[in-house]
T-cell receptor, first 111, second 113 residues
Framework: DAKTTQPPSMDCAEGRAANLPCNHS???????VYWYRQIHSQGPQYIIHGLKNNETNEMASLIITEDRKSSTLILPHATLRDTAVYYCIVRSYSGNTPLVFGKGTRLSVIA | EPEVTQTPSHQVTQMGQEVILRCVPISNHLYFYWYRQILGQKVEFLVS????????KSEIFDDQFSVERPDGSNFTLKIRSTKLEDSAMYFCASSDRVPDTQYFGPGTRLTVL
C-alpha cells in the first residue's frame, strides 16, 4: 500500500501557483519523496524528487518539512496542460525498489 | 530527449491467446520495469528486471507472465493465456541506476475479449 496521503482533487486557476500537499508521516530516513503525474491515460511522467532539502527544477519545486512528514509540490504558474493526476510516492533509497502508486490528487487547472 | 517507447499502442486479443508487449527502454538504462493500470484504478507494479534476471515481482506477476530482453534494445512482457481481467494499460519503465528515477513509456492498451 502507498505510504502517502493526498487530497483526491484540487482546482487551480490558470496562471496561479498550484500547491499540492502530501502527508507521509511514516517515512523512514532512507526514503525519498518522488512526484509523478499522469495526464489522462498516458504513462506517468517524472516531475521531481527529494530527500530532505527543498528542490527545484524546470517543472516544479518540492518543499519538504523539516520533520519530513509532509511535502508540497508547487507548480509556479499552472497552465491548462498541467491538468493531471499527481502522485506523491515514498521510495526507499536502497535497492531496486518499485514505485508504489496511490490514488493521487486530480488537479484541474481552470481558465 | 531520449524516451521509452512501446508497441503496439493498442492490442486486442481473444481470451486464452498469447500476447507479447514490446518496449524499447532508454538506451543507456540497465533497469527495466513493467506496471499495469486497470481502467479507473491505480498504477500497479508487476516486475523489475536487471542483468537478465527478475529482481522483484508482485503477486500479480504469476506463471502466466514472463519477461525477456531478447536483444540489446527490446524488453518484452508476455502473457501466455490472456484472461478478461488482464485488460489494462501496460507501462514499461527504465532507469540507469538504482535508486534512480524511472522513466515511463506511453503504454500499451490491452483489450481481452
Amino acid at each position: 500500500d502507498a505510504k502517502t496521503t493526498q487530497p483526491p482533487s484540487m482546482d487551480c486557476a490558470e496562471g496561479r501557483a498550484a500547491n499540492l500537499p502530501c502527508n507521509h508521516s511514516t517515512i523512514s530516513g532512507n526514503e525519498y519523496v518522488y512526484w509523478y503525474r499522469q495526464i489522462h491515460s498516458q504513462g506517468p511522467q517524472y516531475i521531481i524528487h527529494g530527500l530532505k532539502n527543498n528542490e527545484t527544477n524546470e517543472m516544479a519545486s518540492l518543499i519538504i518539512t523539516e520533520d519530513r512528514k509532509s511535502s508540497t509540490l508547487i507548480l509556479p504558474h499552472a497552465t491548462l496542460r498541467d491538468t493531471a493526476v499527481y502522485y506523491c510516492i515514498v521510495r526507499s533509497y536502497s535497492g531496486n525498489t518499485p514505485l508504489v502508486f496511490g490514488k493521487g490528487t486530480r488537479l484541474s487547472v481552470i481558465a | 530527449e531520449p524516451e521509452v517507447t512501446q508497441t503496439p499502442s493498442h492490442q486486442v486479443t481473444q481470451m486464452g491467446q498469447e500476447v507479447i508487449l514490446r518496449c524499447v527502454p532508454i538506451s543507456n538504462h540497465l533497469y527495466f520495469y513493467w506496471y499495469r493500470q486497470i481502467l479507473g484504478q491505480k498504477v500497479e507494479f508487476l516486475v523489475s528486471f536487471y542483468n537478465n534476471e527478475i529482481s522483484e515481482k508482485s503477486e500479480i506477476f504469476d506463471d502466466q507472465f514472463s519477461v525477456e530482453r531478447p536483444d540489446g534494445s527490446n524488453f518484452t512482457l508476455k502473457i501466455r493465456s490472456t484472461k478478461l481481467e488482464d485488460s489494462a494499460m501496460y507501462f514499461c519503465a527504465s532507469s540507469d541506476r538504482v535508486p534512480d528515477t524511472q522513466y515511463f513509456g506511453p503504454g500499451t492498451r490491452l483489450t481481452v475479449l
